[in-house]
């Protein structure tokens, strides 16, 4: 069952929804839960550990459903003259996505080369940096033991 509800959705819309669009909403609701999960298998803990966490799902979950309710036709441009319009290629799919934005908010990485750094920060403290004698060389790590007071 989805974090945000259908009362979430419609307050985003401003507008209340009618019975055909909340059925369609709680279902995108689910459907879009079910696409968090997939990336981010600890959900629960990360909500359970932080309310500001569950906002942020909350407000993801029903900006994806928003944004089908707004234009369920995926319609992306319409002129007058001779009439012509097009539709969004990913109308087809569903529609349903979370952007790239909504994903670094959840801490959900983006590609399969995404990599999170870790220095480890005594190393990289310049504070516990030494050149060697007469400035030439790299640096090295402090030793209190071996080192000078």
């Known amino acids: 069952m989805a974090?945000?509800?259908?009362d979430d959705v419609a307050a985003r819309l401003g507008r209340d929804l009618d019975e055909a669009e909340q059925r369609l909403a709680a279902v995108l609701l689910d459907d879009i839960e079910e696409r968090i999960r997939a990336r981010?298998?600890?959900?629960?803990?990360?909500?359970?550990?932080?309310?500001?966490?569950?906002?942020?799902?909350?407000?993801?979950?029903?900006?994806?459903?928003?944004?089908?309710?707004?234009?369920?036709?995926?319609?992306?441009?319409?002129?007058?003259?001779?009439?012509?319009?097009?539709?969004?290629?990913?109308?087809?799919?569903?529609?349903?996505?979370?952007?790239?934005?909504?994903?670094?908010?959840?801490?959900?990485?983006?590609?399969?080369f995404t990599a999170v750094p870790y220095l480890d920060p005594i190393r990289h403290d310049p504070r516990h940096l030494v050149r060697y004698p007469r400035g030439t060389g790299p640096y090295l790590p402090l030793d209190r033991e071996w080192w000078p007071p």
């Open 3 to 6: 974090y945000a509800t259908v």
């Open 40 to 112: 981010i298998p600890d959900l629960d803990d990360r909500v359970t550990a932080s309310e500001h966490y569950r906002a942020l799902v909350v407000s993801v979950e029903a900006a994806a459903v928003v944004r089908v309710l707004r234009n369920p036709g995926g319609y992306r441009s319409e002129t007058e003259g001779n009439y012509a319009y097009a539709i969004d290629t990913r109308a087809a799919a569903g529609y349903l996505t979370i952007l790239d934005e909504e994903w670094r908010l959840l801490g959900a990485g983006n590609g399969a």
